[in-house]
C-alpha cells in the first residue's frame, strides 16, 4: 500500500515551460486535492475533485488546470509557468466527499520557477 | 482572512518539556484536525476531532467548542517531536470536506 504517491519530486522550469505534475492514490478515496505551501502562508487548496470526473476551484486556482481521468490519479497542470508559481505543492486524498475524514498527504513536489 | 490562527509560530523547549500548541478559529466548524510536517516535508495526520480530547501516545488533543479553541500538547518531549505542526479546520461553511489550514507550528526540542 503506497498511499498518496506524487511524481516528480523536484523540477525546475523556465517562465514560460508548462509541466504536469502527477498524483495517485491506491486507498480508493474518492475526493482528491492539490495544495501549495508557500513560506509564512498555509496551505492554500488550489483544485478539488470529489469523484472522478469531477473537478471544483478552490481559493487559488488561477494558472492551473487539473484532470481526475479515474478515481486514483488527479494531474495538475501549469501550461505557462510563472515565478509566482514556484512553490511545494502537496496532492491529498480523503475517503468520502462531502463528510470531513482524514486527508492522507503526498510527499510534496518542490517546484521552482526561473 | 485568517479563520484559523495558531500560537506561538515558533516554540523552543528542552527535552522532556511539556509542550502546549493552541490554535483558534472563527467559524462553525465539523471537525479539527492536526497534523505534523516533518523536516523532510512529509505531511501526516495526527487527530481529527469534533468534541473532547484525543490522546495518542505523548500527544493529546482537546477541543473546546463555545471557545473555538483547540490544543495540543506533547508530554516528555523528544528531539524527534521537532516539526511543523498544523492545525485546519472543516466547516459546512466551505465544504466539510475541504480543510481551511492555519499557518503552523514550528517545534524545535533541544535534547
Known amino acids: 500500500n503506497a498511499g498518496v504517491t506524487q511524481t516528480p519530486k523536484f523540477q525546475v522550469l523556465k517562465t514560460g515551460q508548462s509541466m504536469t505534475l502527477q498524483c495517485a492514490q491506491d486507498m480508493n478515496h474518492n475526493s482528491m486535492y492539490w495544495y501549495r505551501q508557500d513560506p509564512g502562508m498555509g496551505l492554500r487548496l488550489i483544485y478539488y475533485s470529489a469523484s472522478e470526473g469531477t473537478t471544483d476551484k478552490g481559493e487559488v486556482p488561477n494558472g492551473y488546470n487539473v484532470s481526475r481521468l479515474n478515481k486514483r490519479e488527479f494531474s495538475l497542470r501549469l501550461e505557462s509557468a510563472a515565478p509566482s508559481q514556484t512553490s511545494v505543492y502537496f496532492c491529498?486524498?480523503?475517503?468520502?466527499?462531502?463528510?470531513?475524514?482524514?486527508?492522507?498527504f503526498g510527499p510534496g513536489t518542490r517546484l521552482t520557477v526561473t | 482572512k485568517n479563520e484559523v490562527e495558531q500560537s506561538p509560530q515558533n516554540l523552543t523547549a528542552q527535552e522532556g518539556e511539556f509542550i502546549t500548541i493552541n490554535c483558534s478559529y472563527s467559524?462553525?466548524?465539523?471537525?479539527l484536525h492536526w497534523l505534523q510536517q516533518h523536516p523532510g516535508g512529509g505531511i501526516v495526520s495526527l487527530f481529527m476531532l469534533s468534541s473532547g480530547k484525543k490522546k495518542h501516545g505523548r500527544l493529546i488533543a482537546t477541543i473546546n467548542i463555545q471557545e473555538k479553541h483547540s490544543s495540543l500538547h506533547i508530554t516528555a518531549s523528544h528531539p524527534r517531536d521537532s516539526a511543523v505542526y498544523i492545525c485546519?479546520?472543516?466547516?459546512?461553511?466551505?465544504?466539510?470536506?475541504?480543510?481551511?489550514f492555519g499557518t503552523g507550528t514550528r517545534l524545535t526540542i533541544i535534547p
Open positions: 467559524v462553525g466548524i465539523s471537525a
Open positions: 491529498a486524498s480523503n475517503l468520502l466527499a462531502g463528510e470531513s475524514y482524514e486527508q492522507y
Open positions: 485546519a479546520v472543516s466547516s459546512p461553511l466551505f465544504g466539510n470536506e475541504k480543510l481551511t
